[in-house]
């Protein structure tokens, strides 16, 4: 398959959003009767009572189990669903204010991430001064939800004004109708040149449950000295090794409280512990669901691979990319991980003309260049050396170690040094303009800045020990058999499987397993609109509060509505993430950054 778009400038239009209705016709009228228990008890100074107001959201969002309806509201909540209320350090007795209110309302319904998202959204009101960005976002969402708890023209939001009962019943209706199923949508300008689509549909999981995670250390041993240390504070927690780092982990919990007291007794023994919220499975749910898309003019920036400061042989957290010159950074393609911290891309990678990392046969690539022609479809790489000394030989492979007898060509890309052969026959010979500058015995030897090493291991070792200072060495690396196309393109990447091709929903799988493709998962992906622009785009998951994740098929038709033409699949999980100006627009599914082998950023052009 070859594909060849040519994306868009800076005078052509961005590609619009298609919609829905936020408002569309409704087949079936829902009529929601909110029970409250008693009648609105008023505080002493006037207003509804805070923990009345509690209780009245637990209710309407159905999270009150039987013999639960006497209990503290608020202890409830922080015992069975922490995001459900915010748990508030006001005496339970006093009047509940607007902000107070809105702010408990929105994160009642997971919206907690979304709010911080939109603190800086435009909003009509004049007297938002000195309010905070949580509050202000609360606001923000309030607005745009449907339905929506705020509705109306006014100037004025009185945001530290008791409300009345009347109000508060109203904002308990509205909950209840959007426990049944809401929209949030949003869009934000981050800079000129760029629209930032939010989106988020669907009510929290009731009943999410909680694991523990205690990371960070440097042995097996040293974890397990404090899951001793541990043992009798909460439930037990066990030791792991995950991607190569040590860390204690809980069994999913039923309570919130059990994962707080492990949470305290880890922070008493001078460690953070990390606390998840999860389910058993999230594949029967299709709610709550979060995506977020950037849609950026080609004409005012350019798409590039980002590296790894030390190299392509580690892995690092995808912020740690950007350089200071990217003002967008999304995670790339798929990529292998072989140590702590260490790692190597798995397929194709082109940087400004470079090949850095060989392809993986039978997975989609994306290929762009400078003056706005973009490709997508598979490679095959072919690699050879010639020299005087030995004639011609193979190269087996670029920037990655192989066991057995091969010829392997390092560039500065993939970090400082090459990487140990242990006690197999090595050799080396660092190569600049043609030329063999220097001959090494053994492995782990330096890549000068602007040089190449060629290494060769095994019976290949004699092969390079051949050359001599001064030799002319040409080392040729060639995808798609000299393709013209593919050898006009500046960078490349490969993921899979390819989604879109021509606004058409592709349904190969490339190899990828059910498990990857069918199941609900983070998602990143990459894709050019009818329009030529570019569309990074990142959908949440794992998380019962806030999105359980989308399959390969729901993404594609997400991508459609954004009239994307072509879209490519990159690696998710918790690998999954996007940034933007710095601001990280998608949540992590780990709760922490993932280090991953590259990402896929967008700078600005200079005036």
């Given at each position: ?5 040519r ?9 619009g959003?298609?919609?829905t209705?936020?408002r569309g016709?409704l087949?079936v009228l829902?009529?929601v009767?909110?029970l409250?228990?008693g ?6 100074s ?9 209780q009245g959201?637990?209710?309407a969002?159905?999270l009150l189990?039987s013999?639960?309806?006497k209990s503290?509201a608020?202890?409830?909540a922080?015992a069975r669903?922490?995001d459900?209320?915010p748990?508030s350090?006001?005496?339970p007795g006093g009047?509940?204010t607007?902000?107070?209110?809105l702010r ?6 997971g919206?907690r991430?979304?709010a911080?998202?939109?603190?800086e ?5 004049e007297d938002?001064k ?11 969402v309030?607005r745009?939800?449907?339905p929506p708890?705020?509705?109306g023209?006014a100037?004025?939001?009185f945001p530290d004004?008791?409300i009345?009962p009347?109000?508060?019943k109203?904002f308990l209706?509205v909950?209840?109708l959007?426990?049944e199923?809401?929209?949030l ?13 939010l989106?988020?549909?669907g009510?929290?999981?009731p009943?999410p ?6 990371d960070?250390?440097d042995s097996k ?9 541990l043992a009798?504070a ?5 030791v792991e090794n ?8 809980s069994?999913?919990l039923?309570?919130?409280?059990d ?9 008493k023994?001078?460690?953070e ?7 058993p499975?999230?594949e ?8 977020v898309?950037l849609?950026i ?6 798409i590039r691979?980002?590296?790894p ?8 957290p ?5 350089g200071?010159?990217a003002?967008?950074?999304?995670n790339g393609g798929?990529f292998?991980t ?7 891309p798995i397929?194709t990678?082109l940087v400004?003309?470079t090949?850095?990392?060989?392809p993986m046969?039978g997975?989609?690539?994306l290929?762009?260049n400078?003056?706005?022609?973009a490709?997508f ?7 050879r050396v010639l ?10 492979t670029?920037?990655r170690?192989t ?9 500065p890309?993939?970090g400082?040094?090459t ?5 197999a ?7 600049r ?9 053994g492995?782990?030897?330096d890549i000068p800045?602007?040089a ?10 004699p092969t390079?020990?051949?050359?001599r200072p ?6 040729e690396?060639t995808l798609?058999?000299?393709d013209?196309?593919?050898g ?6 490969q993921?899979g499987?390819?989604?879109i091709f021509g606004?058409?929903?592709?349904n190969d799988?490339?190899n990828?397993?059910d498990?990857?493709t069918?199941r609900?998962?983070?998602r990143s992906?990459?894709g050019l ?5 570019w569309?990074f785009?990142v ?8 999105s359980v994740g989308?399959?390969?098929r729901?993404?594609?038709e997400?991508?459609?509505e954004l009239?994307?033409?072509?879209a490519?699949n990159l690696?998710?999980?918790g690998?999954?993430?996007l940034?933007?100006k710095g ?6 599914s780990?709760?922490?950054?993932r ?12 005036p």
């Amino acid at each position: 398959m070859r594909i060849v778009h040519r994306f868009g400038t800076s005078g052509e239009k961005c590609a619009g959003e298609k919609t829905t209705g936020l408002r569309g016709v409704l087949t079936v009228l829902l009529v929601v009767l909110l029970l409250l228990q008693g009648v609105w008890a008023e505080a002493e100074s006037g207003g509804v009572r805070r923990d009345a107001f509690v209780q009245g959201i637990l209710e309407a969002r159905g999270l009150l189990a039987s013999g639960e309806a006497k209990s503290p509201a608020q202890a409830v909540a922080f015992a069975r669903n922490i995001d459900a209320v915010p748990y508030s350090d006001q005496p339970p007795g006093g009047a509940v204010t607007r902000k107070e209110a809105l702010r408990m309302l929105v994160h009642s319904l997971g919206l907690r991430f979304e709010a911080g998202l939109l603190a800086e959204a435009p909003l009509p009101y004049e007297d938002l001064k000195g309010l905070s960005p949580s509050d202000r976002g609360a606001v923000a969402v309030a607005r745009l939800m449907v339905p929506p708890l705020l509705e109306g023209n006014a100037k004025r939001l009185f945001p530290d004004q008791k409300i009345p009962p009347a109000e508060a019943k109203h904002f308990l209706e509205v909950l209840a109708l959007a426990e049944e199923g809401f929209v949030l949508r949003a869009e934000l300008a981050p800079a000129k040149g760029m629209r930032l689509l939010l989106h988020r549909e669907g009510a929290p999981a009731p009943s999410p449950r909680w694991r523990a995670i205690i990371d960070g250390f440097d042995s097996k041993n040293e974890a397990e000295q404090l899951r001793k240390t541990l043992a009798g504070a909460g439930p037990e927690m066990k030791v792991e090794n995950h991607n190569y780092e040590w860390r204690l982990r809980s069994d999913m919990l039923d309570s919130f409280l059990d994962a707080e007291r492990l949470r305290k007794a880890g922070a008493k023994a001078g460690k953070e512990a990390r606390l998840l919220p999860c389910l058993p499975s999230y594949e029967n749910l299709s709610s709550p669901r979060f995506w977020v898309a950037l849609i950026i003019d080609p004409g005012l920036f350019g798409i590039r691979p980002l590296l790894p400061p030390e190299g392509l042989s580690t892995l690092a957290p995808l912020a740690a990319m950007t350089g200071g010159n990217a003002v967008v950074a999304m995670n790339g393609g798929f990529f292998t991980t072989t140590g702590y911290g260490r790692g190597s891309p798995i397929g194709t990678l082109l940087v400004d003309g470079t090949l850095v990392s060989e392809p993986m046969r039978g997975r989609t690539c994306l290929g762009w260049n400078r003056d706005n022609l973009a490709t997508f479809g598979p490679t095959d790489f072919s690699g050879r050396v010639l020299a005087d000394a030995f004639g011609e030989r193979k190269l087996a492979t670029v920037n990655r170690f192989t066991k057995g007898d091969a010829l392997v060509l390092y560039t500065p890309h993939f970090g400082r040094r090459t990487p140990s052969s242990g006690s197999a026959p090595a050799a080396e010979a660092v190569i600049r303009d043609g030329r063999c500058l220097e001959v090494r015995q053994g492995s782990g030897g330096d890549i000068p800045a602007g040089a190449r090493v060629l290494a060769g291991y095994g019976a290949q070792a004699p092969t390079v020990a051949a050359l001599r200072p001064g030799d002319a060495v040409r080392v040729e690396t060639t995808l798609n058999e000299g393709d013209p196309l593919w050898g006009k393109m500046d960078h490349i990447v490969q993921g899979g499987p390819f989604l879109i091709f021509g606004g058409e929903i592709q349904n190969d799988p490339e190899n990828l397993s059910d498990s990857v493709t069918l199941r609900r998962h983070p998602r990143s992906v990459i894709g050019l609109t009818g329009n030529g622009q570019w569309v990074f785009f990142v959908g949440d998951g794992r998380n019962p509060f806030h999105s359980v994740g989308f399959t390969l098929r729901e993404v594609s038709e997400i991508l459609r509505e954004l009239y994307v033409d072509y879209a490519l699949n990159l690696d998710g999980g918790g690998s999954s993430e996007l940034l933007v100006k710095g601001k990280r627009v998608s949540l992590l599914s780990e709760g922490k950054p993932r280090p991953v082998s590259y990402g896929i950023g967008a700078v600005p052009f200079r005036p």
